[in-house]
């Protein structure tokens, strides 16, 4: 941490990017440490290849993020990669090979330490707590505002802070949050009750197309690129489909131009991280996902995520 504190002071201009796909944890980290660094008088911002989805659009200066600034300014030589466990999922069109030094913060323990400073503390809930305490380091204070973006982190990682990574500290830190006067019942408000009508109603019809297998203990919901594309973020069909209560692991598939992604869930007993890094993808070990390349077809998708938990549920 004191590499990275260091370096940060020394830079001036400083890009900030994360995984492809931004969730709440990879945008409100982003965005909390942009406005923390611009009290230091940094030149901080926030480079793209993904819009910011809908239900994060409320995170302040979101809007200054867009997928048409997908790359660094020329003046700038420090770039701080958040949340993402490896190269090829970096939103940003970077070169790591290249003479910026590429500072690397997260969460995960796949990460595979691609920056030229890492700080990977995996006992974090969320990246968001990273940047609490790097932020605490630099002795930047955290507004509001700031702390609308970490809360919002924390709790989309730790799912409203019922997964097992939440802590004792991961608690602490969101009562210091909340004490900068922040409405965090609206947050919540945003993120997990903010769907229009349309969107339950093909969360009824999917739901209608869950499979279970292997004595009932995995879920397979499988959809189509044309209903990914309507459905957006998945996260919260996942949730529902890990409610069913004989199963143990819940897949979620959908079609997309490289292939089919694969959302992976589990309650206790699977660690489905190993099985998302066995295909190059990564995650935790209750939460992980990948991508299955060059499979078009749903049920072959399908074939190869029974045979793979076959092993782990019989």
Do not use: W
Not at 137 to 157: H, K, M
Not at 268 to 280: C, L, T
Not at 285 to 291: I, M, N
């Amino acid at each position: 941490m004191n590499r990275v504190i260091q370096n940060i002071l020394h830079f001036n201009s400083i890009a900030i990017t994360y995984h492809q796909s931004p969730d709440g944890d990879a945008l409100g980290s982003a965005l909390g440490l942009m406005l923390g660094l611009r009290k230091l008088g940094k030149d901080a911002y926030i480079i793209s290849r993904d819009r910011v989805p809908d239900i994060y659009r409320f995170l302040p200066s979101a809007i200054e993020v867009s997928e048409d600034f997908a790359s660094p300014k020329e003046n700038t030589k420090c770039l701080i990669i958040v949340d993402c466990g490896n190269v090829e999922r970096i939103s940003g069109n970077i070169d790591i090979s290249d003479s910026r030094t590429i500072i690397n913060l997260d969460h995960h323990l796949s990460n595979n330490e691609y920056g030229d400073i890492n700080y990977v503390d995996t006992s974090a809930s969320a990246t968001g707590e990273i940047i609490y305490s790097l932020l605490k380091g630099l002795n930047v204070p955290i507004d509001a505002s700031i702390a609308e973006c970490l809360y919002t982190a924390i709790i989309t990682d730790t799912g409203s802070f019922k997964y097992p990574g939440t802590t004792s500290n991961t608690h602490s830190i969101a009562g210091d949050l909340i004490n900068t006067g922040i409405n965090f019942p609206l947050i919540h408000r945003r993120i997990f009750e903010n769907k229009p009508l349309q969107k339950l109603k093909l969360y009824g019809q999917l739901l209608d197309k869950i499979e279970l297998f292997l004595n009932d203990r995995l879920a397979i919901l499988a959809i189509n690129k044309e209903q990914g594309e309507t459905l957006g973020d998945n996260a919260e069909i996942i949730s529902l489909q890990m409610q069913i209560d004989t199963i143990e692991v819940g897949a979620f598939l959908k079609q997309v131009d490289e292939g089919v992604k694969v959302s992976l869930r589990s309650k206790e007993k699977v660690d489905v991280r190993k099985i998302a890094e066995s295909f190059g993808g990564g995650g935790h070990e209750r939460a992980a996902g990948f991508l299955l390349k060059d499979i078009n077809y749903i049920e072959k998708a399908k074939e190869t995520i029974i045979s793979i938990l076959e092993k782990e549920l019989i």
